[in-house]
C-alpha cells in the first residue's frame, strides 16, 4: 500500500513536470531586458524565448515575431530547442507508460509485466529531466556570461526570464518522479532476491518408504 501510494505521489509529481516542461518551451520569456529609458511612459520590456521574440509597451501593445530561420539561432538556442522538445516527448511517454505499470490501476497485465512497465517510465522521466535540465542550465550560463561582460552595452544585456525557472523546476520534478518509480520497481525483485522462496524437501518420509521396502525384502 504504501509503494502504491508513493508510485501516486510520484505521478503527481511527473504530471507537473510535464505541464511545466510543455509551458517552458512554449514561453517566450527565456530571458527578457527591461528598457525604462528617461521615461516611465516608453518603457520597453523585450523578451526573448526558443521560438519567438516578444516586445511589451507600456502603452499596453504587444507584439511577437518568430524566428524562422533555424541556422541564423546561436548554437545554444538550436540545442535547447531539440533537448527540450525531447523531453516532453519522453515525459509524455513516460505517462502513458507508468499509467500502465502502476499498482494503483488495473492495467498491465500480472505484477512482473507492470513492474517492467513502471520502470521503464522512471528511466523516461529521468531523461526527460536530464534533457530538460541541460539547456536550462546552458541558456542560464549564457545570459550570465553576457551580463557579466563589459564589452556588451547595457541595452543589449538580459536576465533570465521566467521560462528558465520553470524548466529548471520541471526538470527537478521529472528526475524525483523517475527515481521514486525506478526504485519503487526495485524494492520488489531486491526482496525476491535476498529471500528466495523455500523449497520443502521431505528426507525423512523418502527416508521411511525406503526403509519400510527393504523391510519387505528381507521378510
Same mark, same amino acid.
Given at each position: ?6 508510485? =501516486? #505521489?510520484?505521478?503527481? !509529481? ?7 516542461? $510543455? ?6 520569456? @527565456?530571458? &527578457?531586458?527591461?528598457? &525604462? *529609458? ?12 526558443? @521560438? ?17 530561420? &533555424?541556422?541564423?539561432? /546561436?548554437?545554444?538556442?538550436q ?13 509524455? =511517454?513516460? $505517462? ?22 513502471? #520502470?521503464? *517510465? ?7 529531466? $536530464? #534533457? ?5 542550465? @546552458?541558456?542560464?550560463?549564457e545570459i550570465?556570461?553576457?551580463? !557579466?561582460?563589459?564589452?556588451? /552595452? ?6 533570465p526570464?521566467?521560462? +528558465? ?8 520534478? !521529472?528526475l524525483?518522479? *523517475? +527515481?521514486? =518509480? ?10 525476491? @532476491?535476498?529471500? /528466495? /522462496?523455500?523449497?520443502?524437501? =521431505? ?15 528381507? +521378510?
Amino acid at each position: 500500500m504504501a509503494s502504491a501510494s508513493l508510485q =501516486f #505521489f510520484a505521478f503527481i !509529481l511527473a504530471l507537473f513536470g510535464v505541464f511545466g516542461d $510543455i509551458t517552458a518551451t512554449l514561453l517566450p520569456n @527565456w530571458k &527578457v531586458n527591461a528598457d &525604462v *529609458g528617461s521615461n516611465i511612459i516608453t518603457a520597453i520590456t523585450q523578451m526573448q524565448g526558443l @521560438w519567438m521574440d516578444c516586445t511589451w509597451y507600456s502603452t499596453g501593445m504587444f507584439s511577437c515575431t518568430l524566428k524562422y530561420s &533555424v541556422l541564423s539561432l /546561436p548554437v545554444y538556442i538550436q540545442a535547447a530547442r531539440t533537448t527540450m522538445v525531447l523531453s516532453c516527448i519522453l515525459s509524455a =511517454f513516460g $505517462i502513458c507508460i507508468t499509467t500502465v505499470g502502476m499498482k494503483c490501476t488495473k492495467l498491465g497485465g500480472d505484477t512482473d509485466s507492470k513492474s517492467h512497465a513502471c #520502470f521503464a *517510465g522512471g528511466v523516461c522521466f529521468i531523461l526527460a529531466g $536530464i #534533457f530538460g535540465l541541460v539547456p536550462t542550465s @546552458w541558456y542560464t550560463r549564457e545570459i550570465i556570461a553576457n551580463f !557579466l561582460d563589459q564589452t556588451i /552595452p547595457e541595452s543589449s544585456k538580459h536576465e533570465p526570464g521566467g521560462a +528558465v525557472y520553470t524548466g529548471f523546476i520541471s526538470a527537478g520534478f !521529472l528526475l524525483i518522479a *523517475g +527515481v521514486i =518509480f525506478c526504485t519503487s520497481c526495485f524494492k520488489k525483485q531486491q526482496g525476491a @532476491w535476498i529471500y /528466495p /522462496p523455500k523449497q520443502h524437501h =521431505f528426507p525423512s518420509t523418502e527416508q521411511e518408504s525406503d526403509a519400510g521396502y527393504n523391510l519387505k525384502d528381507y +521378510v
